[in-house]
């Protein structure tokens, strides 16, 4: 055999090193790569923003009033919440000005719900979806770390700072899990209320002012009939459908804004006689103290030159 024999031989023989090894590094390149975590695609983030991609659909008849808003109602009711949230902010800020103006930031973030709900609804989108419930979850976060009463706090938690950071925490937590489920985030947001009622009876069993009593059947009256709406459109649509009433949902937007009037003025109330109660705390409602209705607002009848002095 030539020399020139050998070599083509010899190179023949190495071909398939070759190809091994170009084919174990492209596989290990590729691992690599796959363990890097990737940002999603343009498209799929734009899909988010998209029109109707939200798993959630209530029942009112999408784009019935108009081509460019799905729930035509829907949207309008969210309304109230740029209504009625400047008035509370108005009427309680003689407290929040005595307890603590982080008070405002309540109804603050509820003027973010009502504009979220309204992107929400003119869109059925899912980031619209998720803007809506964690905006709910932020104002829940805010009430409690405001109002919770202390010695219903934890045995490892000393004071309030310490009470809030925990909520924080939380907070944060479960803001990351919604999107694990989203379909179930509207469940967990109402669970809320049954423990805020709870709370609220607790506080109010040794508690005789007709007034305060009157305003704790009010707030849970409102709020029965609030969840009794928003119940009935999510299962009983079909029903609904029939009589060609599919405003439930919308409804439910005016009475859970009246109701959380009620509800956080009445929890404010019991904490300024706890935490402030040189201040004299007391109901009145507005516009007119002697109207049938009208919304609740705390006047302090006392000032800090009333406060005992040690």
């Not at 108009?66 to 800020?93: A, Q």
């Not at 009470?163 to 999107?179: G, K, N, P, Q």
Request: aromatic content about 16%.
């Amino acid at each position: 055999m030539s020399q020139c024999e050998t070599r083509v031989t010899g190179s023949g023989t190495f071909l398939p090193y070759l190809n091994l090894t170009h084919t174990v590094e492209r596989a290990a390149v590729d691992a690599f790569l796959r363990g890097i975590p990737s940002f999603p695609s343009f498209d799929k983030m734009a899909g988010v923003f998209s029109y109707e991609s939200s798993e959630v659909d209530w029942c009112e008849d999408n784009y019935k009033h108009s081509e460019n808003v799905v729930e035509y109602f829907n949207t309008m009711s969210s309304f109230i919440f740029f209504v009625i949230s400047p008035i509370m902010l108005y009427l309680l800020h003689p407290y929040a000005k005595e307890r603590n103006l982080a008070v405002h930031l309540v109804w603050i973030m509820m003027v973010f719900v009502g504009l979220f709900s309204m992107y929400f609804h003119m869109t059925l989108s899912f980031m619209g979806q998720m803007l809506d419930e964690l905006s709910i979850l932020w104002v829940l976060a805010i009430g409690y770390s405001l109002w919770f009463p202390r010695r219903h706090f934890p045995s490892f938690v000393k004071d309030r700072r310490t009470f809030s950071r925990l909520v924080l925490i939380i907070t944060v937590i479960s803001t990351v899990s919604s999107f694990v489920k989203p379909t179930a985030n509207a469940y967990a947001l109402n669970c809320f209320a049954i423990h805020i009622l709870y709370s609220l009876f607790m506080e109010l069993k040794s508690c005789t002012d007709e007034r305060v009593l009157r305003l704790a059947w009010a707030s849970t009256g409102l709020w029965v009939l609030a969840i009794s709406c928003w119940i009935s459109d999510r299962f009983g649509c079909s029903f609904w459908q029939k009589l060609d009433f599919c405003y439930l949902h919308g409804i439910w937007h005016i009475l859970i804004v009246v109701a959380t009037a009620y509800g956080s003025t009445l929890i404010a109330y019991l904490d300024a006689s706890l935490e402030i109660p040189y201040s004299l705390p007391d109901l009145q409602y507005w516009p007119r103290n002697n109207w049938a209705i009208g919304l609740p607002y705390i006047v302090l009848k006392g000032t800090t030159k009333t406060r005992k002095r040690c």
